[in-house]
């Protein structure tokens, strides 16, 4: 069992930046692949980026160049660098972990394991 905690949300207005982060714990030494999904209210949730075991990263198209995806694994904490915020950005942003090494279909929910319970951002006009 893995125990994913988020943290770093908040109210930013247009342009701004935000960092978030996701501390993992419990069953952290085996292999997962990590995501950042998100979800903005009466919309279906989205994969945003995701960071494979060796650090391959895909993004969804509406934050690349944005957005950037990390991750310390001597700390086991997954990181959202969140730059030139929209407010379309505006969602409950997730952290999410899968046993893989890598996850093909990364923006597909069903993949992960386990999920934290989410960090809200609020962007402004």
């Known amino acids: 069992q893995v125990h994913l905690v988020e943290s770093g949300g908040g109210s930013v207005q247009a342009g701004g930046s935000l960092r978030l982060s996701c501390a993992a714990s419990g069953k952290t030494y085996t292999t997962y692949c990590m995501a950042w999904f998100r979800q903005a209210p009466g919309k279906e949730r989205e994969g945003v980026a995701t960071?494979?075991?060796?650090?391959?990263?895909n993004y969804a198209d509406s934050v690349k160049g944005r957005f950037t995806i990390s991750k310390d694994d001597a700390t086991n904490t997954l990181y959202l660098q969140m730059n030139s915020l929209k407010p379309e950005d505006t969602a409950m942003y997730y952290c999410?972990?899968?046993?893989?090494?890598?996850?093909?279909?990364?923006?597909?929910?069903?993949?992960?394991?386990?999920w934290g319970q989410g960090t809200q951002v609020t962007v402004s006009s």
């Open positions: 960071i494979a075991t060796y650090g391959t990263t």
């Open positions: 999410a972990a899968a046993e893989l090494w890598y996850a093909r279909r990364w923006w597909e929910s069903p993949v992960y394991n386990y």
